[in-house]
C-alpha cells in the first residue's frame, strides 16, 4: 500500500480547522461564516466544490472527523465534521508556519508584469490606469470596513487581515500611480528594437 503523501497547508484548509475550533459545522454553514466573517477577502470560496474537496482532503488526512449527519425535509442532508486531536495540533503547526515564514505564491500581476513590454508604452498605460481605478474601489470598500460606517467594530484582532489587504492595497496604488505617471511622461518607455538588443545581448 503507497504511503499517504501528506497534506500540505493551504488558506482554505487553515480556515476550515479553525472553523471547526470553535464547534463542529456542515459545509454549507462554513462557507455561510467565511463570506459573514469577511474571511473570503483572504480564502477563495468562490467555488463551493473546493470546498467540498478541501474537507475532504482534511477527513481522509484525519485532521477532522464526522461528527454526525443531519437530515431536515427542508434541506439536503448535511454531514456535520468535528476537528480531531490531530487536526488542533496541526493547525496550530500550520497557523505558524504561515504567519512566520514567508513564501512565494506566485500571483498573477507580477507574472504578467514580467511581460508588459510587448505591450506599447501607450497600452501599458491604459490597462495600468484601468487596474488602478479598480484597485481604488477595493481601497474605498477596505477604507469602509475599518471604518465602522457598517456598525459597531469588532475587536481589532479580528480584522487585523483587513488592515494588511488595506496596506498591500495602498502600496499597489501607489507603485501604480507612479508608474502611470512614468508612462504619461515619457520618462519610461521602450521600443522592439531596443527589447531586441537587449534580449540579444543577454544570450550572447
Not at 44 to 68: D, M, S
Not at 76 to 103: D, F, K, Q
Request: proline share 6%.
Amino acid at each position: 500500500m503507497a504511503e499517504q503523501t501528506p497534506l500540505r497547508p493551504s488558506p482554505l484548509a487553515l480556515t476550515v480547522l479553525f472553523l471547526l475550533l470553535g464547534e463542529p459545522l456542515h459545509p454549507y454553514e462554513m462557507q455561510r461564516r467565511i463570506k459573514l466573517w469577511g474571511k473570503d477577502q483572504v480564502v477563495n470560496v468562490a467555488q463551493r466544490a473546493n470546498l467540498y474537496k478541501t474537507i475532504e482532503r482534511l477527513h481522509q488526512a484525519g485532521l477532522i472527523a464526522v461528527r454526525q449527519t443531519e437530515r431536515d425535509q427542508r434541506f439536503p442532508e448535511r454531514t456535520v465534521y468535528e476537528l480531531t486531536e490531530a487536526g488542533s495540533r496541526v493547525s496550530r503547526e500550520w497557523l505558524i508556519e504561515m504567519l512566520g515564514t514567508p513564501r512565494n505564491e506566485f500571483p498573477r500581476f507580477p507574472a504578467a508584469l514580467s511581460f508588459i513590454m510587448t505591450l506599447s508604452p501607450g497600452v501599458a498605460e491604459e490597462v495600468l490606469d484601468r487596474r488602478a481605478r479598480a484597485v481604488r474601489e477595493t481601497l474605498a470598500d477596505l477604507e469602509r470596513a475599518l471604518s465602522g460606517a457598517d456598525g459597531p467594530l469588532p475587536p481589532r484582532i479580528t480584522l487585523i487581515e483587513t488592515e494588511y489587504l488595506r496596506a498591500m492595497t495602498q502600496a499597489e496604488l501607489d507603485w501604480l500611480c507612479s508608474v502611470i505617471d512614468e508612462l504619461r511622461s515619457g520618462t519610461l518607455s521602450w521600443s522592439y528594437a531596443e527589447l531586441a538588443e537587449a534580449a540579444k545581448q543577454s544570450l550572447a
